[in-house]
């Protein structure tokens, strides 16, 4: 492999890509950036051969995400793990709409 092309992270610790319609996405759960997990998470989208920020999200010590599809509605839930005091937190699940991820 050769490298196609390096994204800012902030302690990354999980990637996830789908594709919606033909257009391709990359995920990217951020978890810690040094001074904090309260961080935007960031998905990307495959633009004229390169990934670009489509959207940003807020996320909690971000951990993981996975899409998956019901009766032909897109979703994208992302697994908060914790907010630096403790892990009873909530994760959210986002369903894609024309502009955006929105939960």
Known sequence: FEVFQSIDTQGAHDSEHFVVDGTHYLAVA?????????????????????????????????????????DGNHYLAVANRDNGVTTNIKSTIY???ALCWRS
């Open 30 to 70: 951020h978890y810690y950036n040094d001074a904090t997990r309260l961080i935007q998470s960031i998905i990307y989208v495959l633009r004229r051969g390169r990934f670009e920020v489509f959207q940003s999200i807020d996320t909690h010590g971000a951990f993981d995400f996975e899409d998956f599809v019901v």
């Open 95 to 97: 369903e894609l709409n």
